[in-house]
């Protein structure tokens, strides 16, 4: 791993606190307008597939190119609402995630509070399933069975996990609460009754806009939506520099700034994915709604000093961590276990 002072860090960040609290003000302003335009633009062009659907499937499919980084921004608003920052009324927050979560497919309560868990316990190695893209450790991995390795073979490479498995993890694991104790014990049944509210709600637009169009073109929506999310999932946890500790090891601070990364993308990308390219700020503190980040992040350089700054090409390299090494401190590939067991 990349080495950094940790007792520099957290002296350089100690005031972390007062640095980052004016912009956890929500601006309804700021707010409204994110609204305006996401929803706005979003349905204009939803509209539009439905109109070009009879001519042309093709014309679906590219709309949805565009659409499903929308339906992102969607689900940036329902994910600060999750953390209560979009807005200052609580109310209005759960209100606002609730109708986000209808245009998303994903269950408002119960993954806000998989979201929140996962904030408290970033990088720690124990629950790394939760939250997250699961990563094993190179111990963990070698006590699998050799059924076990395949699967988590499979479910690391990127030919399932930004195709088909951004959509089965929208349109299919969201559809049961696999956590049902502890925290997770008041919000398991949320999933039951968005789970019903979804189908009535698809029910009533398959019937008015007719169920073959309809499913089509939610379903093409949801799949790059799907694809798009999991990949933002993926790029703020894993890359090869990445803080992982045990959880009696573990500290706030490091695991916000040096587990999660700075995804250096152009402004229009920026946008479109409601700025959680700024996962270190976002992690540092959850209450700063997406539409401050970027300012917050301008202003305290020293946050960008100490995290994982990733280019938009550079990113991509990051398929290549699949392995926590915990002796060296940071992740490797496949090909880099199999050097080793076999020089072993």
Sequence with gaps: MKSFNKAELLEEVKDWHQMLKKYQVPDTKKAVIQLINSYGIFIAIWILQFYLFESSVLWVIGLAIFNGFLLGRIFIIQHDCGHKSFLHNRSANDIIGIISSFFTFI????????????????????????????????????????????????????LYLFTIGGFIYVAIYNRFAFLKEGVFAKVKDTVKWANVFYALIYFTLGYLIGFKAFLIVQMINLFFFGTYALWFFYIQHQYETVYKSTKDNWNYVVSALKGSTYYDLPAVLHWLTGNIGYHHIHHLSPAIPNYNLKACNEEFPVFEKYTNKVGLWEGFNSVFANLYDEEEGKMISFAEYRRRKKVA
């Design 107 to 158: 269950p408002y309560k119960y993954w806000a509070t998989n979201h929140n868990f996962h904030h408290s316990h970033n990088g720690q190695i124990e629950y790394s399933d939760i939250g997250d893209i699961e990563c094993l450790t190179v111990d963990q991995y070698a006590a699998l069975s050799t059924i076990g390795k395949i699967k988590y073979r499979i479910y690391r490479n990127p």
